[in-house]
């Protein structure tokens, strides 16, 4: 048997973090025993799918690695096949038609919430004469249910689920307007489509108990289903958008690589004994349905942006940086910065990566530890960097700044060195002079090493930034 499983989003919004890691468990679950994964667009509710979320789903999914088989398959334009399901079920005496007006519908949920049933439709039309329906109304189709015994599913992740079939509605497969519901859309879909395997929220659980009564009444063998527990925000409530509940979009804008957001969301409720990082290959040799677990995962900024360091520190600068570009046009000020990079200034940044990448959580963190590359002359200070550079370290700034002139060749060590020996002469303490060269020379009180800064920057803008912020006095600098 091949392994089929499907991703099958609704394009009424972005690809949240939730959606994305069912699309990983589903991918990684089919690709691990040389199956296949569908995506399927359910876009019934025409009101609300839109173009932009279709696209935004897509966009997610290719930018976080996760590759689905054949084309997207969407599921309004199958409700041709879903209708001849239904009227299939009608033939075999498995469904029939309700005429059951609004008002009455209304009546029958209004009375089953004040009796505290959990079952609203009181069954009416369920072995009527179709004769005796009133005039002028359409009618649905409903499934005739069992009314007694339980519907079972063996769940992969949530073991034995039981219901009492007396508390289940015969539920509507086709509207009075002849449009497919989303029960009956999403059985026939799954059955055509051959998927083995459903890989979905627990959200989705009470939908498991009505969709199986749709393929027993159709004689359709049940695909194993797997109902993976939602992501909790890191309180044990529901996710918020300040517990992170956003759009993969916008972890690619917040600098996240996504082979460490796929890292991350392989491990929110999924383990596999004390490991924390894998490679691709190895989520897709190890990842199976038992090591889920059945309480709700919960998300964990701090250690998304650990895990993301950990990625960029391994990363080879080339890729870093590649990495950078393909972000850069999500970002405010991006189209800025790409027009600044010109072959040189990509040079100086990938000479300067193993100290920006260093301390970096997020490529954020890379761009904005960069900035001094991208800043143009003078360079503007921040208020710590204004605050520092008073009159004596100005003219502390023009005398190591001739000591700098002599220095050829002109490296992070001979720099050093000759920064050194400047401090050693004048009793001072190498802080004391460098603090001052980091504030000319990035507009910053925090960078790189001073040293690298000053190999990356190169001799002639090195002294230019040095000579914009330095005084004409002629006074010997106080240090110390």
């Known amino acids: 048997m091949t392994v089929v499983t499907r991703f099958a989003p609704s394009p009424t919004g972005f690809l949240h973090i939730g959606g994305a890691r069912t699309a990983l468990f589903n991918w990684l679950y089919a690709r691990g025993r040389g199956g296949k994964m569908f995506l399927r667009v359910e876009d019934t509710d025409r009101e609300r799918s839109t173009q932009a979320a279709i696209d935004a789903i897509l966009d997610g999914l290719t930018w976080l690695g996760i590759a689905w088989d054949g ?36 009546q029958m949920r209004e009375a089953a919430r004040r009796e505290g049933r959990s079952k609203l439709y009181d069954g009416r039309w369920r072995d009527r004469d179709p004769r005796e329906a009133p005039p002028g109304v359409k009618p649905a189709i409903r499934l005739k249910a069992p009314l007694t015994g339980e ?43 051959g998927v083995t395997h459903i ?49 993969v979009d916008a972890y690619r804008a917040m600098g996240y690589l996504p082979a460490a957001l796929r890292n991350y969301l392989v491990r929110l409720g999924w383990s596999h004994g004390d490991q924390e990082i894998f490679s691709t290959q190895e989520m897709i040799a190890a990842f199976d349905l038992p090591q889920i677990g059945r309480s709700p995962a919960r998300f964990d900024f701090a250690k998304l942006e650990n895990l993301n360091g950990h990625y960029i520190r391994q990363s080879a600068d080339a890729d870093l940086l590649a990495a950078i570009e393909r972000v850069l046009p999500h970002l405010a000020d991006g189209a800025e910065l790409a027009a600044k990079l010109t072959p040189q200034l990509r040079q100086q940044w990938l000479a300067a990566m193993p100290s920006l990448k260093e301390r970096a959580k997020t490529l954020l963190d890379v761009i904005d530890g960069a900035r001094f ?30 000591e700098l002139d002599a220095v050829d060749p002109w490296t992070a060590e001979t720099t050093e060195r000759a920064v050194r020996s400047f401090a050693e002469r004048k009793g001072a303490k190498l802080g004391a002079v460098a603090q001052p060269l980091r504030a000319a020379l990035t507009g910053r009180t925090t960078s790189p090493g001073i040293f690298e800064v000053l190999a990356v920057l190169g001799k002639a803008e090195s002294l230019a930034r040095v000579a914009d912020q330095a005084t004409s006095a002629k006074l010997e600098p106080r240090v110390g």
């Open 71 to 106: 084309e997207p398959i969407y599921q309004f334009a199958r409700s041709a096949r879903h209708r001849e399901a239904a009227e299939q079920l009608l033939a075999a005496g498995r469904a029939y038609r309700c005429y059951a007006t609004p008002e009455e519908l209304a």
């Open 199 to 247: 890989i979905r929220g627990d959200d989705h659980l009470t939908n498991a108990a009505r969709q199986k009564q749709i393929y027993d009444g159709l004689g359709w063998s049940v695909p194993v289903m797997a109902h993976i527990p939602l992501i909790h925000g890191p309180d044990g409530s529901k996710l918020s958008k300040r517990h992170g509940a956003l759009g």
């Open 373 to 402: 590359l991208l800043s143009g002359r003078p360079i503007r200070l921040d208020d710590k960097a204004d605050a520092l550079l008073t009159p004596d370290a100005k003219a502390l700034l023009g005398a190591v700044a001739a």
């Open 151 to 193: 519907t079972v599913i063996e769940d992969a992740v949530q073991g034995r689920v039981v219901w009492q079939n007396e508390n289940l509605d015969d539920l509507v497969l086709l509207r009075s307007d002849g449009t497919p519901t989303y029960m009956l859309a999403v059985v026939v879909d799954d059955h055509d489509m």
